[in-house]
């Protein structure tokens, strides 16, 4: 009977171990893929890292060239932006000119009509004047007794055989 | 001094431009309608007003003359060959400017008295 014992006792330490020793192969198995996944092999982890520095290189390549990209296109938006202001500037300033110009051209025109109001003012005092001189010279009575009596042919005065001849020669200003 | 004695003579000798060529023109053709003297005097009296168009017509009528022949004369410068001989004479007897006056052909300073003294002088007196 203790040969049975020990060999119940044996086969059951074999199970036993066996069943611990599955258990081992089973928990290292269904550890060790995890830590082959968690954990990447070298090579892996220096693709890894060429492709991150890949990835990083193009990026900072694409970065930049974005980043350029972004510049001009900023420069160029603000060039756009810009004209439009210089534009309204110069817009504003011809219209300050032309304004300026109007405003000028209006005193020319005020000023001149001015002179021309003075001189017409002028003119008329003149043609007055010249009036009032002519209507009190239409009535003078130019004296001209001195030669009364005395035979006037034309531009002589006198006995036209008389022996002696006074002859003037003269203008009439 | 007694009538009958000498005369005197009016020659043109418009040389001060052309107001008074057109003055003594103007002069020439009331001339020419025996009103000499009424315009000789109005112009030589400073009648300003001769100088435009209307009041030389205006006076013009006012001295009786006919003023459409003497606008004619006027316009047409009929009487202009008569001014300028004057005038050439007078510069050919060495006439330097206005008033120059001769008695007898002698030049005198033109003046009431130098005048009359040349005459006196003429007659013996």
């Known amino acids: 009977m203790l040969t049975r014992v020990s060999r119940a006792g044996v086969v059951l330490a074999g199970v036993a171990l066996s069943a611990v020793l599955l258990l081992a192969a089973c928990s290292s198995e269904s550890e060790q893929p995890q830590a082959a996944s968690e954990q990447p092999t070298a090579a892996q982890v220096q693709d890894q890292q060429q492709q991150q520095e890949e990835q990083s290189a193009t990026a900072y390549a694409a970065g930049e060239s974005e980043s350029a990209e972004q510049q001009a296109a900023a420069e160029q938006q603000s060039e756009q932006t810009e004209p439009p202001q210089s534009v309204e500037q110069a817009q504003e300033s011809q219209v300050e000119e032309a304004s300026a110009d109007v405003q000028a051209e209006q005193q020319e025109e005020s000023e001149q009509a001015e002179v021309e109001q003075s001189e017409a003012a002028e003119q008329a005092s003149v043609q007055d004047e010249a009036e009032d001189v002519e209507e009190a010279m239409v009535g003078r009575i130019i004296e001209s007794g001195h030669r009364a009596g005395l035979f006037a042919n034309r531009n002589t005065v006198g006995d036209p055989d008389a022996p002696i001849v006074i002859t003037e020669y003269s203008d009439f200003l | ?125």
């Open chain 2, 1 to 125: 001094m007694a009538t009958g004695i000498a005369r005197y003579e009016f020659r043109y000798f418009a040389h001060l431009g052309d107001p008074a060529l057109y003055a003594a023109v103007a002069v020439a053709c009331a001339a020419e309608q025996g009103a000499f003297w009424p315009l000789h005097d109005r112009f030589m009296a400073g009648d300003e007003t001769l100088f435009t168009p209307a009041g030389l017509r205006r006076q013009v009528e006012f001295e009786g003359i006919e003023y459409g022949a003497f606008n004619q004369c006027l316009t047409d410068g009929e009487t202009l060959p008569l001014v300028i001989a004057s005038r050439s004479e007078g510069q050919s007897r060495g006439v330097p400017g206005t008033p120059t006056v001769f008695v007898n052909g002698e030049r005198v300073d033109p003046t009431f008295e130098a005048i009359e003294e040349a005459v006196r002088r003429a007659i013996g007196e």
